[in-house]
C-alpha cells in the first residue's frame, strides 16, 4: 500500500489576472493523482523578492495530502506552472504561477533539481506568514523548531498583507 505524505505548496502570481491564476493553480493542483487539498490559507499581497521592479504578488499555501512522492510531485506542479506563461531570463521576476514544495512530510532532500524543505523559507515572510497560519506547530525537520518559532524568528523586512478573507 502507498503511504500518504503531508505536504505544503508555496503559491504565487504577480501578473495576468493573479487571482485566478492562484484559483486555479489550487484547483490543479487538487485534480492530481491520489492528492486532497486539506487547508488553504489566507491570500496575501507581499512586494517583490529580489528583483523589485515588478508588480506585487499575491501568495498563499496550500497543505495537501499525496500519495505522490516528492519527485512526482515535483513533476506535476512544473507541468501546472508550465501552463502559465512565465517570464525567462529573471531571477524571481514576473510569473503568472509560481508553485513550490515548502515541506513534504519530514523528508530532508537535497538534489540537483529539488530541495525539501525549500531553501529559502525560512527567510521570507510571504511564505513563513500563510504557512504559520495554517500549521504553526509543525516542526521544520532540518531546523528543529516549529513553524511559529521560524516565523518569530524572522528578520525579513518585506510587506505581507492579507487581503479580505472572502477572496
Known sequence: MEKTAKAYIGIGSNSGDKLLNICEGIKRIGMLPDTHIKKRSGI??????????????????????????????????????????????????????????????????????????????????????PLCEIAADICDPEAGITIRQLKENLVSHEIVVKLDEKV
Open 44 to 129: 496575501y499581497i507581499t512586494e517583490p523578492y529580489g528583483y523589485k521592479e515588478q508588480d506585487w504578488f499575491i501568495n498563499c499555501v496550500v497543505e495537501i495530502e499525496t500519495k505522490l512522492d516528492p519527485w512526482q510531485l515535483l513533476y506535476s506542479l512544473k507541468l501546472i506552472e508550465g501552463d502559465f506563461f512565465r517570464e525567462k531570463g529573471i531571477r524571481f521576476g514576473p510569473r503568472e504561477l509560481d508553485l513550490d514544495i515548502i515541506l513534504y512530510g519530514d523528508m530532508v532532500i537535497r538534489s540537483d533539481n529539488l530541495e525539501v524543505p525549500h531553501p529559502r523559507y525560512r527567510e521570507r515572510g510571504f511564505v513563513l506568514i
